[in-house]
Structures are given as C-alpha cells and as structure tokens.
C-alpha cells in the first residue's frame, strides 16, 4: 500500500478573499451621480422655461396703423347691425310695394343666412389668397352691389338673390375681424366693444329706416341709398 499523501503534497488552499470597495470609491461615485442629475436639472429648466413663455400679442393701440384699423372694423360690424336689423323693419312696406304675402316676403330672411353660409367656405380661401386686405375689399362691393340692384327696385325674385351677397359680405367681415381682434391683447375687452357696435347698429337701423319712410314719405327702397 502506498503511503497517504502528506500536507505537503495536498497543498493549502486559501479561502477566496472578498475585496469590499474602499469609503474613498463610493463616495466618488455618488458624488458624480449627483453631478449628472444636477446638469440634468439645469439643462432642462431653461427649456421647460422657454416653453412658458408666450408670444407677445398685438396691441389696438400700439400704433396709428392698428388704431385705424380696430376703428375700421368697428364700423363695419356697425354696418353689419344696420343692415340686418333694418330687412325686418322694411318687410311690411316692401310686401305692400310688391304686392305679395308675408309668407313670399320673409324668403328676404333666408338670404342673408345662405351668404353668411357660403363665407364659412370661402373665408379661409380668400384670406390666405389675397390676406385681410382682400377681406376688406370683397366684403364691401358684395354688399354694395346687393344694395344698388335694390335701390333699383327690381321685381322681387331678384332681390332675395342678390341679397345673398349681402350675407355674404357680412360673413367674411364678422369671421376675418373676429378672429383678428380675437388675438389681441385684451381680447375681451375689445371683442365687447366690437359687438357693442354690432348692438348699436341694430338698435338704430329700424329706427332711421322706418322713419324715413313713415315721416319723410320715402319709399322703402330710399334707405338702401344710405346703405
């Protein structure tokens, strides 16, 4: 038999050693993990920052341009309350001139309603055709060529036809100046005055209307001259 193997021949094993990160790395470590969040942080505040900012709007008053323009726009709308107050006011004059029923005469009323339908789908085209210069340019001859044929006094099929241009014209200025003066600053404020005017329009429109024909004799078709 062969003679067990001494200490010599087996060898020492040593346990594995199990090497613990010094004090000195962890809190290099953690030192640089705050530095990354803090660059982080500051890289992304000025752009959270940027983002709430809002544009600067335009001010009414902020030159003689913008101050004729608002001035412009009020007087349309104090047109546009004119015009659509003073129809219902001349209905019974003009079903006595033409001889006709209430029925036939109020088709008048319908109109204005299609032209104010057709500029929903003409508005965006023509603004971005010919801007808000063509806007003040198309809305006004669309009425004024409605109000001429009518101081002719045609026979009456005619008028409600041409009278969609009236609702037209009216359309394109109501939808361009709204949305104009909507982005203003102060916006409120100046969309209430704006339709304040609409307001008066139409508080003052039968009121002239009717009294031209009912005191100054005039026939009815006399107010489209002022129109």
């Not at 060898?11 to 199990?18: I, R, V």
């Amino acid at each position: 038999m062969e003679p067990p193997p001494t200490a010599g021949e087996l060898g020492t094993s040593s346990p594995p050693s199990l090497t613990t990160p010094a004090p000195d790395s962890i809190d290099e470590k953690m030192a640089n993990i705050e530095k990354e969040a803090a660059t982080s942080v500051s890289t992304a505040q000025p752009q959270d920052h940027e983002q709430d900012v809002e544009p600067a709007r335009e001010r009414w008053n902020s030159s003689s341009t913008n101050i004729t323009r608002y001035l412009q726009t009020l007087l349309a709308f104090l047109v546009m309350g004119v015009s659509d107050a003073s129809l219902g006011a001349l209905l019974p004059y003009i079903e006595e001139y033409y001889k006709i029923n209430y029925t036939i005469v109020a088709c008048m009323f319908l109109s204005p309603f299609a032209g104010y339908t057709l500029s929903a789908f003409m508005i965006s085209k023509i603004h971005m055709r010919f801007g808000q210069v063509g806007i003040a340019v198309i809305a006004p001859i669309c009425k004024i060529i409605a109000y001429v044929i009518t101081c002719v006094h045609p026979p009456f099929p005619v008028i409600p036809v041409f009278f969609v241009l009236t609702g037209l014209g009216n359309g394109l200025e109501d939808g361009a100046w709204n949305a104009w003066v909507g982005n203003m600053e102060n916006a409120n404020e100046l969309m209430g005055i704006l339709h304040g005017a609409y307001g008066l329009g139409g508080a003052i429109g039968p009121l002239i209307s009717t009294a031209m024909v009912t005191k100054g004799g005039l026939h009815w078709y006399t107010w489209y001259y002022v129109m």
